[in-house]
């Protein structure tokens, strides 16, 4: 860390602002070592330190694949493009130009054994969630693009499945989109990448065309001690797990319903966009197809949320333990059974809370008495049925 700190001061890097710091579970923090009044800089890094997927374009045989994966998006692009740079220049003599980013690289993690991708037995872990079907398709289409990676570009036989799994990991969770001189890029911003998330974070960041350089502001005054710490983006639970290897406890659980006819998530609003998407879904099989968008009586309402209630019940099912036995067993093992069975347990609790909403519209339905107790189950029968 003493070469990577040398590094960016030779590069004219202020960091008398910051202390990096060792955490928990391996990790490491930034932390303030003065106290930095709002609207301050925390710390500026120069547009030559700044690997982006221009950067990467600089060599025509990674320029090319804009035609090889014509199929994926940009930002899937971009951070194959990075990825493989990347790779490259830390191998190979001559590709960083003008800049050795080795200090840089030689600070990058070894292993990613929190990355759900690089499970294996683990992944018994989140028995019963799609999640598994959905990691195990992640390691499928990275497997893929290895593949034709090694069949296109020169040389990039040297590299094995796990060196580019661990480099593609690495850009996925750790670049950054900064309009640069009015493009907009995917960036990896050394230093910068080392900041954890949070959802109040006291810092911004943009690109400062003006200085030519990534910039990090203080939102509030921020004392001496406390972590810098970032935002990566209000995200499900899920996808932070996904991507980044951690949980939020308290942010937003989905669950992935695949029915024959029906593929999407939904969450534990019964008037969200996702919820409504599945309620129309059965809705229109009510009418033979025909698409049906809206409430058309009790009748037709009563057998859709009967049909919800008996899919959640078998999904339900799937999983091998109850939400008693997650709640009870996530703080007792490793971080990486910790992370899944707090997922497991979240997907348990929306699935249990979303059957006794069902359960209180079905009696409302069926002209019983009730007690209205969430406000969503409240909206949706007002909207629905009380002003019809």
Request: proline letters at 2%.
């Given at each position: 860390m003493e070469k990577l700190l040398g590094w960016l001061k030779q590069n004219n890097v202020n960091i008398d602002n910051l202390k990096i710091i060792n955490q928990q579970n391996k990790e490491r923090g930034v932390v303030s070592a003065k106290n930095i009044t709002q609207g301050n800089f925390v710390f500026l890094i120069p547009q030559h330190l700044i690997i982006t997927n221009k950067t990467a374009d600089s060599i025509l045989e990674i320029c090319n694949l804009n035609n090889t994966f014509s199929d994926k998006s940009e930002t899937e692009l971009n951070i194959i493009k990075i990825t493989v740079f990347m790779l490259f220049a830390e191998e190979f003599d001559g590709i960083m130009q003008d800049v050795d980013w080795t200090p840089y690289f030689d600070t990058l993690p070894e292993t990613l054994e929190h990355i759900p991708i690089f499970w294996d037995k683990e992944l018994d872990f989140l028995k019963g969630s799609y999640?598994?079907?959905?990691?195990?398709?992640?390691?499928?289409?990275?497997?893929?693009?290895?593949?034709?990676?090694?069949?296109?570009?020169?040389?990039?036989?040297?590299?094995?499945?796990?060196?580019?799994?661990?480099?593609?990991?690495?850009?996925?969770?750790?670049?950054?989109?900064?309009?640069?001189?009015?493009?907009?890029?995917?960036?990896?911003?050394?230093?910068?990448?080392?900041?954890?998330?949070?959802?109040?974070?006291?810092?911004?960041?943009?690109?400062?065309?003006?200085?030519?350089?990534?910039?990090?502001?203080?939102?509030?005054?921020?004392?001496?001690?406390?972590?810098?710490?970032?935002s990566y983006g209000i995200k499900p639970m899920d996808n932070y797990f996904m991507f980044y290897g951690f949980v939020l406890p308290y942010s937003e659980v989905r669950l992935y319903l695949k029915l024959r006819d029906f593929k999407g998530y939904i969450n534990g609003d019964i008037n969200s966009s996702q919820f409504i998407s599945l309620l129309n879904f059965f809705r229109s099989k009510q009418n033979k197809n025909y698409y049906i968008n809206h409430y058309q009586n009790k009748d037709n309402?009563?057998?859709?949320?009967?049909?919800?209630?008996?899919?959640?019940?078998?999904?339900?099912?799937?999983?091998?333990?109850?939400?008693?036995y997650y709640d009870n067993h996530k703080n007792t093992s490793n971080q990486n059974k910790k992370n899944a069975y707090t997922i497991i347990a979240g997907e348990l609790n929306l699935i249990d809370t979303l059957l006794e909403k069902i359960i209180i519209i079905v009696k409302y339905l069926n002209n019983r008495k009730v007690d209205l107790k969430y406000s969503d189950v409240e909206k949706y029968i007002l909207d629905n049925i009380t002003r019809q």
């Open positions: 999640l598994v079907e959905r990691i195990k398709e992640r390691k499928r289409f990275i497997r893929e693009e290895y593949r034709i990676l090694k069949r296109v570009v020169p040389d990039f036989d040297q590299f094995n499945l796990y060196e580019y799994q661990r480099m593609r990991s690495l850009v996925s969770s750790r670049n950054f989109k900064l309009t640069m001189h009015n493009d907009v890029v995917s960036a990896m911003v050394p230093f910068a990448d080392m900041l954890n998330h949070s959802n109040t974070c006291q810092t911004r960041w943009s690109y400062n065309n003006e200085l030519k350089s990534y910039q990090m502001l203080a939102k509030t005054n921020i004392s001496v001690g406390d972590e810098i710490l970032d309402e009563l057998v859709c949320f009967e049909q919800i209630f008996k899919i959640l019940k078998q999904v339900k099912k799937k999983y091998p333990h109850t939400k008693r």
